[in-house]
């Protein structure tokens, strides 16, 4: 009867440490998964940034312009001290940079009426376009790149492509359209 208790004992120690042993190799498993697809998000990610933004670098516009014009896109007319805060440089900087913006035609500065000294800022009509056209680009290049890949390869993306969608929805708490709750309650002034 000794025995049989001790085999038991035995037996459940055993699979003790086999559950530990299996849960540190799923943890090292998701981790190892989770950098498997930072590396090859984020190499995908700047190739299709570099095709999409080429034209504007080789004609004088910097990342940084381009990056501006993003924000503003996203955000909507911002003032020269929100920029800054984005761009995390000094408001003198963010100036310099958005002068260089208004010297390509690229952003225009607007006055407040109520308060003349606040000067915001919006992408111009040329801007929106130029946007329009890095974003035509690379989803051109998307297909392309699309077209590399069998049916089966392109239903496991589709799939995995909406989970990270719906997770990234979840992390910046964003409703499934891709909007922040609180701009459905967004009022005319803003």
Known sequence: MIGLIMII???????????????RTIDQTRADLI?????????????L?????????????SMT??????????????????????????????????????EHGLVERVRVPDDRRVVLV???????????????????????????????QLRRITQAVGDLRGAVAAEFGLSDDGTHPVDHHATSAG
Do not use: Y
Request: aromatic share 2%; net charge negative.
């Open 65 to 102: 312009q381009i990056h501006v014009l993003r924000q503003l896109e996203q955000h909507g007319t911002m003032s020269m001290s929100r920029i800054a805060e984005l761009l995390d440089v000094s408001l003198s900087n963010a100036t310099g940079i958005i002068d260089r913006m208004a």
């Open 122 to 152: 919006q992408p111009s009509e040329l801007g929106i376009q130029a946007l329009d056209e890095t974003e035509g680009i690379k989803l051109d290049r998307i297909r392309a790149i699309c077209d590399h890949l069998d049916d089966v």
């Open 35 to 47: 950098g498997s697809i930072l590396s090859d998000v984020g190499w995908s990610l700047r190739e």
């Open 9 to 23: 004992g035995l037996d459940m120690t055993v699979r003790v440490a086999m559950i530990v042993h299996d849960m």
């Open 49 to 61: 940034r570099c095709a999409s933004t080429e034209k504007f670098v080789k004609a004088g516009i």
